[in-house]
């Protein structure tokens, strides 16, 4: 029995098939241009799933999506999403009804949590928080073995928590959130105000082929010893670990998993992360939690396939 997983991005939209084991057989992606519509939008996606089924038949089974925004997982409507620009949107019901399976529909970062739970941890740990870093941040929680909804299916904003009284504005429209400065757009904003030649900086530090002045570049210049590309990855470390350290001390989790393309930039960040969680006064959950990276490009795709299979098999 084989699933198919589906991650909903402001960019791209990945489809992934998955055995029962987390084992992926094939991935396959195309452009979500949101400006053409939801409706335009689930006939591609129907399309998509259709040419899996072409290659799979009868062994697929099941249909799990994460989706980038709010998410009704009830009803399986994205009630909101400033990435793609939708509110309000079925999507569940009427890919169940172009494709015949069953589907159900998560916020991407929960379906990273999933991910983490099911296919980094092998569901040895039961209490998992995982963070995507991404251009924004987002959170999933595993609680005794189960992702945890809340009481709206919204628990996991962690994007949003207010870590700097007035402080940066956030593409939320509120100020200080640990978003509004650790997400890709406000390190590198931040890295903007100290770096003073930009296109000497992305002569330098930039993947060839890829002149742009994004984490990578600022990651290069780390490695060769760039003072203030350090700094910036000191400071949203320490930004990191005050965001985290919260976190921490309400859900006590045995593990946290750091996911997204940010987290490729682990060797400067996460000493001055670490500090900030061991400056901690509470100690136990501090010395007690796991600190993992996952490199799983894919983790929200493959953890969307198997939930999918998992409440589909119930
Ligand atoms: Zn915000």
Redesign the pocket.
Known sequence: MLGIGIDIGGTNTKLVVVNRAGKPLTHERFKTESSKGAGYFIKRLGAAVEELRRDYGRQLVSIGIGAAGDVDPERGVLRFSPNLGWRNVKIAGPLEKLTGLPCSMENDANMAAWGAYEIELRRKSGNILALTLGTGIGSGLILDGKLYHGATGSAGEA??LKIVPDGRQ?????RG?L??YCGSYAILARARELIRNEAAFIRKFAQPGREKFNTICLTNAAAAGHAMARRVWAETGTFLGRGLAGLILVLNPDCVVLTGGVSRARRWFLPAMRRELECQQIKTPFTKVRIRISDDADLGSHGAALFGLEKALK
């Open positions: 994007g949003h956030c593409h939320c429209g509120g959130c978003e509004a």
